[in-house]
């Protein structure tokens, strides 16, 4: 019976090491990344819950293997203790200068991942890689004041509203991927017609793209129509955010120019109040 139990206390050690030794790697390798190529984890705070796991699995697997004094033990787990209180702090402390913004699609295959300068206001958002390394791709064009919103429009098309330091509303969006055979390069064109869904109307034509909601019509010009990848768009006015659109999972537009968009669009308000995006159904192209 003892023999069992000491055999399985060792299996539980060596198993605890292992784990210890991916995280030291993990570590590793992502500081060599990070000196050589500027890689961060998408979320900053990753960096300390991995020292934390790695050095609470080197913890574990000393106790196991080893059948040391109880003194011995005592100081060990002080130095434990003491070694995650530092690092829960360093965590605290970094998120208090750098705010991680970082939301998981609905289908769990992207992430999106920003860090705002609390200091400064700048935001970056950054392209991830395996869910939890990144590459910065491109600054938030205004300073942000902290306040942030993310709204999935798709499993691959990622709203983010925010308010700018003069308190002027805008959006970014988050877009993964070209949905395979290239993707669709321009937003308005492809969206071209009549589209209603609910109380909602949205026309896009040569003049640009009008929205009809509430009784209330605003029609942005292209010069008023920002794009963002292949699968969004936002309208402004007064430069502010006050639209997106972006195509669903499910949109396809076809290359004969007889044959209409199928699929639908999602039109999303741009406040930072709750609001839920509308889903659109093309209805003609007869403008």
Known sequence: MKQNKDKNRKIYGWIFFFISICFFCLQMGYLFMHN??????????????????????????????????????????????????????????????IKNIVSLSPDYKHVLSIKENTNTGDAVFFRTYFGILALPKERLPYATTEEFKVEWLANDVAAVTYKASDHSIHQYIGTFGDRGGGGYYYVGPSIYGHWKGNDTEVISNKEGISVLSNGKKETFDWDHIVQFGTLAVVLTANDQAVWTISLNENFEVHSAAAVPPTGEISLYKATMEKTEPIILNFKSSNL
């Open 36 to 97: 050589r190529f500027q890689v961060e984890y998408s979320d900053n705070r990753i960096f300390y819950v991995v020292n934390i796991f790695c050095v609470l699995c080197i913890g574990l697997g000393i106790y196991f293997l080893l059948a040391l004094a109880k003194k011995t033990k005592l100081i060990g787990t002080g130095i434990l203790v003491l070694f995650m209180i530092v690092n829960v702090g360093l965590l605290f402390y970094s998120n208090h200068q």
